[in-house]
């Protein structure tokens, strides 16, 4: 056990731990969708050079917490939209700079509120399914829509930083992108 810890990067395990800790915050009461889940999407993916990892990692934290939240019926949509803004920190966050990472943010929240509350509306029976009932739902989500940029913004800010501040005294170099 002690050799495969031993081959583990510092830089790895630092973006490993931060994403798993920041998951675990799903796990404290809070307001509705302010949670750090677009963040560690987000950050694994700009920080992770194996995209592989970007992927995995992240995503198993979130199911490890959804193990102990519960799953729902739409739990399959967010995963998908995880997965997305995995792919928005790929690409956005090539080169990190604090626009950069407002950007991805601001984009992962309305990614996040599109695709989630289309969902709800086309499996829900409380929703007409027509273009009122679309609008309905999405009006209806407008206040956890705020909550979700809240908490996309804050916890990004925070991980990024924090990630940054380690980069900067922290003398290994392996704990640049890794």
């Avoid at 920041?22 to 950050?43: D, E, G, K, M, Q």
């Amino acid at each position: 056990m002690t050799e495969i810890v031993k081959k583990i990067k510092p830089g790895f395990l630092t973006l490993t731990l931060m994403v798993f800790f920041a998951s675990l915050l799903r796990l404290i009461p809070h307001p509705p969708n302010f949670t750090p889940i677009a963040a560690v999407a987000l950050f694994g993916g700009a920080y992770f050079s194996k995209k592989q990892y970007a992927f995995l990692v992240p995503i198993s934290a979130m199911f490890l917490t959804d193990a102990i939240i519960g799953f729902h019926s739409l739990s399959w949509l967010v995963y998908l939209c995880f997965a997305l803004i995995v792919g928005i920190g790929i690409l956005l966050l090539k080169q990190i700079s604090f626009n950069r990472v407002l950007i991805a943010a601001l984009l992962s929240s309305i990614s996040f509120f599109i695709i989630t509350n289309f969902g709800v509306w086309l499996g829900s029976k409380f929703y007409p399914q027509n273009i009122n009932g679309l609008i309905q739902c999405y009006v209806a989500a407008i206040p956890f829509f705020s909550y979700n940029v809240l908490g996309d913004l804050l916890y990004s800010g925070l991980l990024f930083s924090v990630y940054e501040l380690i980069k900067i005294y922290n003398p290994i170099p392996a704990v640049s992108k890794t």
